[in-house]
């Protein structure tokens, strides 16, 4: 059993950064695969980058590649997002998830999930 916050979030200007990160609770965090997920008003949950338990492989979705990067620390169970050169549609609610063997970016695989945490993007 994993569980899984969220923090970071906030209000930031176009252009601006943000650093998500998302703490998980039990000792086998290191042996589970992490995903970031956002979720805007009106849309369907969307991936954004996922890694691998042992960190060796990222994978970004396209619309965030080059501007989004997903880390880990396992000695602090967490997983982090830095997001730079923030866009407008960047707003959503951003959420944490956790699989011990799906590595990927459907959100239908995904056991685990935290509560969310809202960001938007000001023109």
């Known amino acids: 059993q994993v569980q899984l916050v969220e923090s970071g979030g906030g209000l930031v200007q176009a252009g601006g950064s943000l650093r998500l990160s998302c703490a998980a609770s039990?000792?086998?965090?290191?042996?589970?695969?992490m995903g970031w997920f956002r979720q805007a008003p009106g849309k369907e949950r969307e991936f954004v980058a996922v890694i691998t338990w042992s960190g060796d492989r990222t994978d970004y979705a396209d619309s965030v590649k080059g501007r989004f990067t997903i880390s880990r620390d396992n000695a602090k169970n967490t997983v982090y997002l830095q997001m730079n050169s923030l866009k407008p549609e960047d707003t959503a609610v951003y959420y944490c998830?956790?699989?011990?063997?799906?590595?990927?970016?459907?959100?239908?695989?995904?056991?685990?999930w935290g509560q969310g945490t809202q960001v938007t993007v000001s023109s």
């Open positions: 998830a956790a699989d011990k063997f799906y590595f990927g970016a459907s959100n239908w695989e995904y056991n685990y």
């Open positions: 039990g000792r086998t965090f290191s042996s589970f695969h």
